[in-house]
Nanobody, 116 residues
Framework: QVQLVESGGGLVQAGGSLRLSCVASGNIFSMAVMGWYRQAPGKQRELVASITNDRNTAYADSVKGRFSISRSNAENTVYLQMNSLKSEDTAVYYC??????????WGQGTQVTVST
């Protein structure tokens, strides 16, 4: 089993920045893919960004150039730096971990609210 704990969400004005963190514990596999998803009210959960063990990254088109994902394997932590936030970024953000067997694990979610 893998446990994921997110932090760093909150309320920010449009144009501001937030940094999300997610710490993984339990049966950790260093080669795992980690990422961030988000779900806004009435919408499906969507991929925001992902990062492989060798730091290959992928981003949703809507956040390219504004968000940056990074990870520390030594600390079992993945980060999401969010800049130039927009109202449409308001959502619950979930940390995701995919183990060596392809199983998905999710954090409890952290709320990000961008005010205009």
């Amino acid at each position: 089993q893998v446990q994921l704990v997110e932090s760093g969400g909150g309320l920010v004005q449009a144009g501001g920045s937030l940094r999300l963190s997610c710490v993984a514990s339990g049966n950790i596999f260093s080669m795992a893919v980690m990422g961030w998803y988000r779900q806004a009210p009435g919408k499906q959960r969507e991929l925001v960004a992902s990062i492989t063990n060798d730091r290959n990254t992928a981003y949703a088109d809507s956040v390219k150039g504004r968000f940056s994902i990074s990870r520390s394997n030594a600390e079992n932590t993945v980060y999401l730096q969010m800049n130039s936030l927009k109202s449409e970024d308001t959502a619950v953000y979930y940390c995701n971990y995919i183990d060596r067997y392809g199983r998905n694990y999710w954090g409890q979610g952290t709320q990000v609210t961008v005010s205009t």
